[in-house]
């Protein structure tokens, strides 16, 4: 500790004027072999791990931060997509694409138009060798495929014999009728579920064991229905997207389960066309009707609901149906009226001249509105509406409606069922930037994220002025006044930089809540006006190498201290404020420990306790908590990048001073 | 005072201007030393002999809080799980600093732009790598586990499962190794060129180089990075916090956690107190040992005057 100044001095970087560098020896000339070449590259090979294991996570974490949320689950190393969706027919509605790759190799991308539920059954005739024994003797069921087939396999360990994988058929009292495994070959089918319940059931007997089964209709098979079922999903070729049409529910009626390409379906009609001519449902439900959020605030009016017509006239617009009546108007003409909401004193209405934009859009989309009263009417609105890639801002407006998409039976003559295992969903890179709005808008009790910004910048302000004003002045006085006793106070402020703060926090509460600075940021940048140690000893050192002989000349000029301290030091220990600022803006930006003990009101977090508070709340959104990580540490990390040889030498110094 | 005084009467009188001038330099810091070091320090030696709850008035409790101490198995969980912490974290760390600090010392293409990657991660806040690495280590979609898979390993629970917590948090430490890779590359551009070409000519190898002279001359410094990561690891707090809350059923609950929570969450000040003079007392006796134990390995150039 004691000889301070030349260790000061073997700091090259934080002196005024670097007066030499140290030349490397040309050492290689001495050992120029293999051996050296071999070491070097394996030092790279180590390196290049390391950084890996370094860069990676952080890479990873801005990866995750950009993604949907369904590719966090699903594809932890995926560049960041969007799933892609065919447009059905002219409509809003998108169905989710998937790839299929069918046996030649060849891909294609397809669209659920149904499901198909198999269950595994066993052809009565092929049933040869069978068992009647208690369940005990059996282990317990487990899926496998067989045959083409799924079946439920135990093993059965019989008081006498071998085990073997056997298959429970039926009860037999209390005991199980099972059949080996390697008797069932040639007699396990995998059909349809709705062929097995609509096959006439049947008692059948074989062996004197008893059986309920079922002969199904166009085989003639007679089977018993096993399981385990299992779900198909039936799929179309895009192309067949283009021909869906969206249809109201009441219109739709249906008409049996037929065959279509390899696999069958229910079939519909739809009223109004022949009876012979077949469609397919692809999707049911609640369609809601919108309008542009801008002609709603430009040109609707409340009105109180007496003033509305007894008998409003229902008229369609598009699919919404909406009630209309003519309104007098100041000079005595009629508008037509579009009735847009109703509460139970007051509607929402519009001229029928700006209904251009309303139109049904499926319920799913407009999930948690945001409210605006308009003339005290609460009006549900989206801002992020988006339909066919643009996005809108829409209200919610007038009654839902039952909507079916429907697809000609014509167009379906490619579809066929597939394992949904097999399909994958198809998708394209994108970058979730919203994720970082979605982020920093969240309400975290009654704050953002961007309060915690604003706080911490706050906080930095005020530590980088209480640094300022108290460090240069203590560290000027250390660095070149003699007085009585000055190297014991030294000494006491080396030792103030090894003390473990866990003694000083429970007094340290105690001062400030006599104080009632408790839950205020005072505790959190009021010690900066009264130094740091370590920035003092930082500064200190440096003032300490600039030549004295500059301070002369000004304080021959009459200068005082403080001008001395301003004129003069200030302006050679750039580097050295520097380093001092960047390093309050670190402690300061990544604090956690004191803001944790001192507040309790989100509003006054800073961005490192609002980060941890993030996560308690959000705990597994990873691309919304990912996202405010990379927020929380953009600042720092910036900084670092662009001042870096000050972080570096302060680190320096401080190791250099033991 | 008066020993302080005296020859402050002996001065000239520019000298004694002088005296004043630094005296009153000084003041913003010895205050500050003086009401949030000094005294803080005394009144939490003595707070730890009260049974002091939060909003009420501290009283005189003897050895209370001592012998609920020894009895306290929270106590004994949080000193066991952070011993065993500090053990893993301070020699890993340092080992992997100074591995990488010796691979950079070499003549190494692009120093600044590795030296950067390896800082980058300790630049970043402990809460901050707490949430990555909370993700990091997911058992599920985790990146570490991600991998393992990839290469047919069924990664463990890490922050879910009691074996692992702690282990996940020494990785957590061994990230951060920026400042004191810094600190040994400084110490190795130290060393002059001189010594190793001694070996050189002596016939030794590269062992024999990092045997004799680069750890004799880089002790000091690893000494240093010993105690500072040392006294650090005893205080762990945000980690644990963040990543684990302590858990699960208490597997990751540091010193620090625990001296939290008596204090802030049960409001037990006093007992909280006793907690923290145990601490300190442990890093000092561990501090000196350490610092003690340096004669024996730790080379000062001076010794050889």
């Keep these: 500790m004691a000889n301070t100044d030349a260790l000061a001095s073997n700091i090259t970087g934080l002196r005024p004027s670097e007066t030499h560098k ?41 990866g995750a931060s950009l993604k949907p949320s369904w590719q966090i689950l699903t594809q932890p190393l995926g560049f960041p997509s969007e799933w892609i969706h065919v447009q059905a027919g002219n409509t809003v509605h998108g169905f989710p694409l998937w790839h299929h790759t069918d046996d030649d190799g060849e891909r294609q991308r397809v669209f659920q138009v149904g499901s198909r539920r198999y269950t595994t059954v066993i052809d009565v005739a092929g049933l040869t060798t069978m068992y009647s024994v208690p369940p005990e003797e059996l282990g317990t069921a487990e899926t496998i495929d067989f045959d083409g087939a799924r079946l439920n396999v135990r093993e059965w360990r019989p008081a006498d014999g071998d085990t073997q994988d056997v298959v429970a058929l039926a009860r037999d009292g209390t005991n199980l009728v099972i059949a080996p495994l390697d008797a069932l070959a040639g007699a396990v089918r995998q059909v349809a579920l709705a062929d097995v319940n609509s096959g006439a059931r049947e008692n059948i007997e074989v062996d004197d064991f008893r059986f309920q089964g079922r002969t199904l209709e166009n085989s003639g098979m007679t089977v018993i229905a096993l399981g385990p079922e299992s779900e198909r999903r039936v799929v179309a070729p895009e192309e067949a997207a283009a021909n869906v049409v969206l249809v109201t529910a009441e219109e739709v009626s249906r008409a049996g389960l037929r065959d279509i390409g390899e696999t069958e379906l229910e079939h519909y009609t739809l009223a109004g066309r022949p009876e012979d001519e077949y469609y397919i449902q692809l999707s049911s439900g609640p369609w809601q009707p919108i309008i542009d959020m801008d002609a709603v605030r430009d040109h609707a009016i409340a009105i109180p609901l007496d003033e509305l017509s007894p008998t409003p006239e229902l008229r369609a617009f598009e699919f919404a149906v909406l009630p209309v009546f003519a309104m007098s108007t100041a000079d005595s003409s009629e508008v037509e009226m579009a009735v847009l909401l109703q509460t139970t004193t007051r509607a929402l209405v519009i001229p029928v001249e700006h209904t251009d934009s309303i139109r049904l859009s499926p319920l799913g989309r407009l999930a948690e509105p945001f409210v605006e009263r308009l003339d005290s009417v609460p009006v549900r609105y989206r801002d992020d509406y988006e339909e066919l890639g643009d996005r809108y ?24 069922d597939v394992d949904p295992e097999v399909l994958g969903r198809v998708s394209q890179p994108r970058l979730y930037i919203e994720n970082y709005i979605d982020a920093l808008s969240r309400d975290l009790g009654g704050a953002t994220f961007l309060t915690f910004f604003r706080n911490s910048t706050v906080l930095v302000v005020l530590n980088l002025l209480g640094h300022f004003v108290s460090v240069t002045i203590v560290a000027y006085g250390f660095a070149r006044l003699r007085a009585p006793g000055k190297n014991v106070l030294f000494l006491i402020l080396l030792a103030t930089m090894m003390m473990p703060f866990p003694v000083l926090l429970i007094p340290t509460y105690e001062i400030f809540q006599s104080m009632g600075m408790i839950n205020t940021h005072w505790p ?98 990873y691309h919304l908590l990912m996202a405010a990580s990379v927020i929380a540490i953009f600042p720092i990390i910036t900084l670092f990048f662009f001042a870096q040889r000050y972080f570096i030498e302060g680190i320096q110094l401080s190791g250099l001073k033991g | 005072m008066s020993a302080l005084l005296r020859p402050f009467s002996n001065l000239s009188p520019s000298a004694r201007r002088e005296a004043i001038i630094f005296y009153l330099c000084v003041l913003p810091w ?91 991660p300790s ?117 644990p916090l963040v990543l684990t809350n302590g858990g699960p059923n208490k597997a990751t609950l540091t ?30 006796v561990l501090t000196v040992l350490i610092i003690r134990s340096s004669a024996l390995w730790v080379y000062y150039e001076a010794e050889q005057k």
């Design chain 1, 22 to 62: 140290k030349q490397g020896r040309p050492r290689a000339t001495l050992s120029k072999s293999g051996g050296r070449y071999l070491r070097l590259s394996l030092s790279y090979i180590l390196l290049i791990i390391g950084a890996f294991v370094m860069f990676f996570p952080m890479l990873w974490m801005l």
């Design chain 1, 393 to 416: 801002e829409v209200a919610i407006v007038g009654q839902q409606r039952d909507m079916t998409l429907l697809a000609p039976r014509s167009a379906m003559d490619d579809a066929f």
């Design chain 1, 524 to 621: 959190l940048f009021i010690r900066a006006f009264f130094g740091n140690a370590f920035l003092i000893f930082l500064l200190r050192q440096f003032f300490t190498s600039i030549p004295v002989e500059l301070e002369d000349a000004a304080r021959i000029d009459g200068a005082n201290t403080l001008q001395i301290l301003w004129s003069v030091m200030l302006p050679l220990s750039k580097p050295a404020l520097a380093t001092m600022g960047i390093f309050t803006f670190w402690w300061t930006w990544n604090a956690f420990f004191e803001p944790y003990v001192y507040l309790s009101s989100t509003r006054l977090f800073t961005v490192s306790l609002g980060l941890g508070f993030f996560k308690s709340q959000y705990t597994y959104t």
């Design chain 2, 30 to 120: 010895f205050l500050g030393f003086i009401i949030f070091i000094a005294y803080p320090t005394g009144r939490s030696l003595y707070l730890s002999f009260t049974n002091y709850q939060i909003g009420r008035e501290p009283v005189w409790s003897g050895m209370a809080n001592f012998d609920r101490l020894v009895n306290d198995g929270d106590f004994w969980q949080s000193l066991r799980v952070t011993l065993l912490y500090v053990l893993g974290a301070v020699p890993g760390q340092s080992i992997i600093a100074l591995g990488i600090a010796m691979l950079l010392a070499q003549k190494i293409r692009g120093i600044s732009i590795w030296r950067t990657i390896y800082f980058l």
């Design chain 2, 123 to 239: 630049v970043i806040s402990a809460v901050a790598i707490a949430v990555l690495w909370f993700y990091v280590f997911n058992p599920e979609y985790g990146l570490v586990n991600t991998l393992l898979a990839a290469i047919g390993i069924d990664g463990p629970g890490w922050v879910f499962s009691e074996d692992w917590a702690l282990i996940t948090l020494i990785f957590m430490n061994w990230w951060t190794i920026g400042g004191q890779m810094v600190i040994y590359l400084a110490g190795l551009k130290g060393i002059p060129d001189v010594l190793y070409e001694a070996v050189e000519i002596d016939g030794g190898g590269s062992w024999a180089k990092f045997r004799h002279v680069t750890i004799p001359m880089l002790s000091p410094v690893i000494l240093f990075n010993l105690v500072l990561g040392f006294i650090g690891a005893f205080q762990i707090f945000e980690g």
């Design chain 2, 255 to 284: 010193y620090m956690l625990n001296l939290y929570r008596q204090a802030f969450e049960f409001g037990n000040l006093g007992y909280a107190s006793a907690l923290a003079l145990v601490l300190f007392l442990i890093i000092m």
